[in-house]
């Protein structure tokens, strides 16, 4: 039996439906490429599931691997580690969080999970309200779909009794006013979340937990919606937590999103994962302020897995911050991502089919589809994905592209080492496919 059979056979596999899944063998890769088991070379034009942001066998970070497993692969956490120090101080360092501490957990979900934990700790809330979005996405742990306003999931967890409770997101091709601008929408929402703050009672929500740019969800809120956020939970003395798992290490053209605002934007935690060791090897942390850590100092801390700041990890860390460093890829990613929106925009006056693009602080985009761009009708019902765009993917792939999609959304976030040929390239066939697969009407 070859390998795809075996697989498809043997493993669960995650986000699909078993008796459907069918994908062929990757062997290799090696910048924003991936190789196929038949010898295809693929470009990875989202960057797998947004996380390798080095892209594919990046040689720094592999080196790294290799020099840790020969010098020491896991010591458990009650002991010290040399690459968990260091890349515990870089992270505080590169976010200007001084005097504060990281806590390392295995990736996103569980980076999200621990961030609440220590924050309705410091804030003396142990069962304290945390308010997220609507459409959004924090993980696939139970607490991860309870924090995730996903309609995909929100059915096997009852959020309320996790105390967890959402509010309105910053989705303005659907909800902003036609006599509304930008900044005054994102104030908007940005209030409501105030309102709902109140009217739970500040004294009762321990903190916001929230996407400070793109996710999968799509959205990509206004420039103003986010310092407003912040001056609102610092009023009321609620922690602010920024989820960075997707949008962090240059995703989004910052090493971190929130810092796009400066300082107005600074939250009391933040959350990280994906990009951290560019999807090489599994890491995630929880980077918090000295002002929570010191509420933490001498506190029993009862939290913490077998594989917390795996030294192996820890060190693939280090390797993947000095890539992004040194190659000046935080740099690169602002200016690709301005040049990828602006060709978005002249292919949305070429195709009636896309309603919107957005995002383009990095490199990271999302094109929005509609049945009808007058009214915004969606193609299909959220999360539904329209049949003709899973044939345009298809045929993506059949002519070496992978692309990532979400229901109506196509997420374009491939690796911040992808050359200006290779991005200009993926985007003139998805010019050439969106003609075939949506024409005009007659």
């Known amino acids: 039996m070859d390998l795809d059979s075996s697989e498809r056979r043997d493993v669960l596999h995650s986000w699909c439906v078993q008796a459907d899944w069918d994908a062929p063998t990757v062997v290799g890769g090696e910048g924003a490429r991936f190789i196929l088991a038949d010898g295809r070379s693929i470009l990875d034009l989202s960057s797998q599931a947004e996380c390798s942001n080095l892209g594919h066998q990046h040689p720094r970070v592999v080196a790294a691997i290799r020099e840790q497993a020969e010098r020491l692969c896991y010591i458990a956490n009650a002991w010290g580690a040399e690459p968990r120090a260091e890349l515990a101080r870089r992270l505080l360092d590169l976010s200007g969080f001084e005097g504060g501490r990281v806590f390392f957990s295995l990736g996103g979900a569980d980076a999200n999970e621990h961030a609440v934990k220590f924050a309705r700790q410091a804030a003396a809330k142990p069962k304290g309200l945390i308010l997220t979005r609507e ?185 993947a911050i000095a890539a992004y460093e040194e190659e000046g890829l935080i740099e690169r990613s602002r200016a690709m991502g301005a040049g990828l929106l602006s060709e978005l925009e002249r292919l949305k006056q070429r195709h009636l089919v896309i309603g919107d693009v957005r995002g383009g602080h990095g490199l990271f985009a999302v094109v929005e589809l509609a049945a009808d761009r007058a009214t915004r009708a969606p193609l299909a019902p959220w999360p539904q994905q329209p049949q003709q765009l899973k044939a345009l993917v298809d045929a993506a792939l059949g002519e070496g592209v992978s692309l990532a999609t979400r229901g109506n ?31 005009p009407a007659k």
């Open 135 to 319: 459409r959004s996405y924090h993980g696939a742990s139970y607490m991860g779909m309870a924090l995730s306003g996903d309609s995909r999931t929100n059915w096997q967890v009852d959020a309320e009794a996790m105390g967890v409770r959402h509010v309105q997101p910053p989705y303005a091709y659907r909800d902003q006013h036609e006599d509304e601008g930008d900044d005054e929408f994102g104030l908007r929402v940005a209030d409501a979340l105030g309102r709902c703050i109140d009217e739970s009672g500040a004294g009762r929500v321990a903190a916001v937990l929230m996407e400070p740019d793109a996710g999968t969800n799509g959205m990509v809120a206004p420039d103003s919606y986010w310092p407003a956020l912040r001056r609102h939970t610092a009023e009321r003395d609620v922690l602010l937590i920024a989820d960075e798992v997707m949008s962090g290490f240059g995703r989004c053209g910052e090493w971190f999103a929130w810092q796009r605002h400066g300082e107005a934007g600074r939250p009391d935690l933040m959350t990280l994962a994906k990009g951290l060791t560019g999807a090489a090897v599994p890491l995630g942390a929880v980077v918090m302020s000295s002002a929570v850590a010191d509420r933490l100092e001498h506190e029993m801390l009862y939290a913490g897995l077998t594989y917390c700041g795996h030294p192996l990890a820890c060190a693939t860390g280090i390797a």
């Open 409 to 439: 959304l196509i997420l374009i976030a491939p690796p911040l080492v992808i050359t200006e040929a290779e991005l200009a390239d993926a985007l003139s066939l998805l010019d050439r496919l969106l003609a075939r697969f949506f024409p």
